[in-house]
Every structure is written in C-alpha cells, then in structure tokens.
C-alpha cells in the first residue's frame, strides 16, 4: 500500500510532532514499500524531545536488559559484549529448505487449508506423490503470516535433478512436466534451468529452459511445460542437471500479506527429461527419486564496530567531520573485507536486520495514560542516496504479541513504518529519529507494550525500489555510511491527537484570487497548493499538489 501525506488547508504551520517536538532542516527522505520509487516524500525528522522524556538504551552486564537514563555509544565492553545486547540477522538467509516430495497426507498433517495434489489422486494417497514449494500453514502460523501457507519475502530455494553425461555438440536435452505456479507477477519467478559442468565438476553454464510468474494452471487443472535445447546450443560441457529455482524479491508475499498464494507458489508432477540417448520419468509416487533440495546462499551479515580512527577518515574523505555528535565507538554496516572500494560500502542484495537487547517496561512508573508516546533517537552519518540503492529503516519487536494465526503470546516479528529512508545527495551527520506511536505510515506501537526490542535495517538493492541502471550508478556506495551511535529509546506525554507537521518542501505558491475575474481583490481568497507534488510521475493521479500542513 502506497501511503500519502492528506493536505490540509491552513495559513499557520504547526509542528504539533511527537513530544512537542520541532522539525530539523535534515533532508532526509522516504521510499515506500520496495518497487515504489515514484513515491518519493520529505520526511520531518525531530530534534527537541519533550523534558519528561525518560531515556533507556545500554545492556545491564547482570540481566542483559536495557538501563534508564543510558544509551547505546557501544564504547563499553559489557560482559565481554561490545555490541551492548545488538544482534543482526541477514534477511536473504533462508528460514528451512522448501522443495520437498509429497503426498496428501503431508498437507492434513500440516493443518494446510489447501491440499495442492493432481488429479487424478488415488485411494492411497501415501504413494501419489509429487514436488511442491511452500511454506505449511503450521509453520507460517509461527512466523505471523498474514496470509498462511505459502511464501515469503526473498524466498530462494531449488530442487536439482541426479547428473547425466552430456555432450551438448550431440545431444539435444528435452523436458516436459506438469505444474502450477502462483506467483507475484513480474517481480517473483520459479525458472527452469539446466546447469553444465565440465570434466573436473567445475560449473560451466546456467541456461534458462523457462520462468514462470503470476498465476498458472491450479492443482486441479495443472498446466504442460513442454521445451526441447536443440544440439550445439550449449557451451562445451561433459554433464548436466536439471534445476527448478524459484526466487522471491523483498516484498508483495504471503509473509507481508500483500500477495496471496493459495496453495503455495509451485508444484510440479510427471516429469520427463532426456538427455540425448538417457531418459528419465520423474512421477515422484514414492520418494523424491535422487532430486536434490537446497536453498539459495545469504548475503551476509556486516553489523561490526567501529572506532574513531576508522569513521573518522570516512567522514574526513566525505567532508562532514565538523559538528558530528557520533564520538568514541559507534555501529556500522557495510563490507569492509570485500568491498572493491573505500570508504567500504554494501554488497547489492545485502539486507541486514539490527535487533537490541530488551527494553523491560513492565514495573516501571512510565505507564500510560500519563506516558503514552514511544520515540527513538540516534545521531547517524549518512551518504545514502538513491544512486546508491542503499537506504534504512528504523522498526521494532514487542513482547507479548498475539496474532490471529499465533494467539500464543509471543515476541512480534519486525514492525512499525513500512516506508524506507534515503538522504539526498550530499554526505551528512545529524540527529536522526522517528516515533513508534505516530509513525509516518505502516504499524504503530501500542501505547501500553511491556518489552520492546529497537529495530533498525539496511538495504541495498536498486531493482528491489524500481531504480532503472540508467540512475543506479554507484549501487552501495555509501562511503561507509550508516553510522549510527548514541541510540536510545524515549517514552514520554503526549496530547491524544494526530500530529501536525511542517516541511520546508511544502511552501505556498504565488496565487492570485478565484472570484474575482478582472481586478485582483486583496481580500479575494486563493488556492493554498504548494510546490511538493505529490503524484510524481502517475498518470492516473494527473498532478497531485500537497497542501501545506499535513497529519501524519
């Protein structure tokens, strides 16, 4: 879902934000929701706190949670954690491996409300087999998937047929099979490849036999795949494998509930494959019949500490070293071993989850009503701009959290706003920060959370936002940035109404009266739009301009 600031006609700009706060001249910017580029939006970023925000952060060497009145500097080593309690988790890492041969019974046992087998299904459903993808609905229900069975952002997985000799100047390789897909289309695909070898084992190629996206055929009515790789098509090789892969971008999925797939995203039954003279029938009945199921490699995690001799040359080489709060240790980010350059920046595809140590509030004074209003802060150094495909976003976990599918009270997968950030084109270092309770779009804390975990994430991904390579020419090149430090956690008062907010974006235009046609009458009112056009390049929405106070 695409969010929009809602204009609002008014002469006086109030800047009612979070706690009393005042907006900074920090050009800090937003993207939504991975592929929407276009909505591109100014983000007002707080600097003054309200004086009854009471602060948390640090890691209490003892209990390993959260103190009052301490932040996260990461400049001491508690309990032999420089980390002070943060961890991370590299989101393109697989959660399990998800090609499996099946029967029906698979499905029941799993509580899935779809049982996705061909027909015709015999009475004995333990040998009518097949090879699905997918995600069961118990264990969905234990990750918070809005929709259940099925898939997940950057789902990565194969199933990889036994190795035939092959002498692609001779044989031709044909392949036929059953399936059905479901899909996101255009940005989720399965392919079907066949992968090349030579003498020694060694990969050679990775030819595409076919993709399929959106959605295809159904269990009941699967769908032929039927394509023959003539001979001397194919690099020299001495073998062959066949390979299904499919691979899933960052969003749109039944994960993030924006995406449906209703009996999971592929299947596949009777599959033939020959390969010159050897042929092969693959009906799966009772096993997986020497096929071969893993998961794509991650990224990797980069979250590590870095000390001033080390960030300072990297805002020295960016010329933002004056009147920059971050001081002693602070967090970074990025690749610093393989990184091809320096200052290091992000590998393409990296996307990081940063997790810290408990904030326990439950027995504490600050409770609502009279402490209503969870914000962060951090001070950052930051060159994240969109030719670099790099951007952040600020999040949190809670517990206890229930959901329908898992009412068991459990800790929350990453919430809060869905939009991600990016600074615009000059490096800087500033005092960031966002509020939990009012957040600029996606999911607000709930007044009365009792543990919190503070969220904060990198990405970097160009295709991911829609940013063509004509305008991606320096993908992570951040010049080491994100640096964050002093982060700390907020809770404090405020007024039980929508926040407003000012922009240096959303100035008035010049506009002359409406009523009155042939003289201008300086009591005559006029239109209040203002430059900020919110439609960007929509053609359905024409040109959209925002108002000049909006409500978050």
Partial sequence: MRARFVGVMVLLIVAAGTAGASPSE???????????????LRVPQFTRPASDTVWFGGCDPQTHLALEGVFWDWDTDVAQDPFQGWTSRDLKAQTGTYFEHVTANDFITHGDPCIPMFPPQPPDT???????????QDEADGYDWLNGMGYSDNFCQHATSPEFDFDPDLDAISVSFEYFNDTEDAFDYVYVQV????AQGAPVQEYEVGRFDDEIGSPDDPVLFDET?????LEPAASCQLRLYMLADGAASDEDGEYESECGPFGCDNLALTVGSSAEVYDWEADAQGWSFDICPGIGRFMGITGPGEWSEWLEFAGVLCECAISGNALEFVDEEGSPDWPPGHPVGHEEECVSNVIAREG?????????TTIVRWDQYAYMR????TFYR??????PFTSEANPEPHWSTRQGQDRYYFVGDDP??????????????????PAAWDSLRVVYEVICSCDQFGIPPALCQYEGETWGSPVIDNFRLGITGAADAPALTGDTGYQFMDAFGQEFPFYVEPCDAGNSNITLDLSRDSDVQNDWLGDSAVVL
């Fill in 195 to 198: 992968l090349t070898y030579d």
């Fill in 364 to 372: 504490t004074p600050y409770q609502p009503p009279d402490y209503n």
């Fill in 386 to 389: 969109r030719p670099a495909g």
């Fill in 26 to 40: 920090t050009p800090v910017f937003s993207l939504s929701n991975p592929r929407a580029e276009s909505d591109l």
């Fill in 394 to 399: 600020p999040g949190w976990k809670i517990f």
């Fill in 126 to 136: 333990e040998n009518d087999g097949q090879l699905w993808l997918g995600v069961h």
């Fill in 229 to 233: 790789i003539e001979a001397g098509s």
């Fill in 428 to 445: 800087i270092c500033y005092l960031d920060g966002v509020s939990y309770t009012n957040p600029i779009d996606g999911t607000p804390i």
